[in-house]
């Protein structure tokens, strides 16, 4: 299936992480001069965090009008938010990334509406533009989805090292970080970026699965109770195990499509190795002695 387009009438049953993130913006924001802070998100592939970080925007977006700027980066390949900045892994080839970091930069100074052009080096950039918020007095939310989709050495020596470091030790941003791997945070130089507090995200129970598939106006023929059973209970599994038997399929073609749908965006190699580990993980060795 398609990646589902975000939208504030489908999200569901998120509320305490969202709270989470609203209540770190707010202690943030009440500082006379703000320090810059950072939140993670993270759980597997599925599990909702693109689909929280659009929430959460859109629900600062609401309380705060334009008192905070909110920017929002999209680094992996889904794309559920029409308006933020999207740059997929498959575009940073190397030997452009200066020019993708001088692009992000030019998108986080368009709510400055700046008078001159950003200089024509990333480091200049970079410099210039961590100036421009310290003198408007500008507070910067900033939401990462996809961290660690990207490249290690453009996420260190690019991302961090001229937007995420900078505007947080000088200009006292707030940064939101969405990615798959717990504790990976701990290859940033920034000690702020290495100390932010994750927050794992778990996946549905029966009656939070009832409820996504309602809003998304799913009717499967087995139970929500059933489908999380097999299939785990995260958010993307659910919604597309419950169109698959929907559609009359079996729960092993529908298993199929799902994980064919999950392995996607992996290389082909990788997805033979997941294949391999799953058919292992059905043999019962202790069966064999």
């Known amino acids: ?41 993270t759980g597997p592939k599925g599990s909702g965090k693109s689909w929280l970080l659009c929430e959460i925007g859109r629900r600062l977006r609401e309380k705060y009008r334009s008192a905070i700027v909110i920017r929002h980066l999209i680094l992996g390949e889904d794309r559920p938010c029409e308006e933020p900045f999207h740059l997929p892994p498959s575009r940073l080839k190397k030997g452009y990334w200066n020019a993708d970091t001088r692009d992000i930069l030019v998108y986080l100074a368009e709510p400055l509406d700046l008078s001159v052009p950003l200089p024509a080096t990333v480091e200049e ?34 991302l961090e090292k001229y937007v995420l470091q900078p505007l947080l030790e000088q200009a006292g941003a707030l940064v939101v970080l969405g990615g798959r791997l717990p504790k990976s945070g701990e290859a940033w130089v ?15 129970t029966s009656p939070q699965a009832e409820d996504q598939l309602e809003r998304l106006g799913v009717s499967s023929p087995v139970s929500p109770a059933e489908i999380v059973q097999r299939g785990g209970g995260y958010p993307q599994i659910n919604r597309d195990l419950a169109g698959s038997l929907a559609a009359g399929k079996s729960w092993g073609e529908a298993l199929q499509d799902t994980a ?30």
């Open 125 to 158: 950039c970079s410099n210039f533009l961590v100036g421009q918020y310290r003198k408007s007095g500008r507070r910067l939310v900033l939401l990462v989805d996809g961290v660690d989709e990207l490249p290690l050495d453009f996420a260190l020596n690019y």
């Open 190 to 204: 920034s000690l702020v970026l290495r100390g932010a507090e994750e927050r794992f995200l778990p996946p549905f």
């Open 260 to 289: 064919n749908g999950v392995l996607r965006d992996f290389p082909q190699e990788i997805q033979q190795n997941f294949g391999d580990l799953c058919v292992l993980a059905g043999f019962d060795l202790d069966g064999l002695e």
């Open 1 to 41: 299936m398609d990646t589902l387009r975000y939208s504030p009438d489908l999200f569901t049953d998120r509320e305490e992480e969202i709270d989470f993130a609203l209540r770190a913006v707010e202690e943030w924001a009440a500082g006379e001069y703000p320090r810059g802070k950072a939140i993670r998100f």
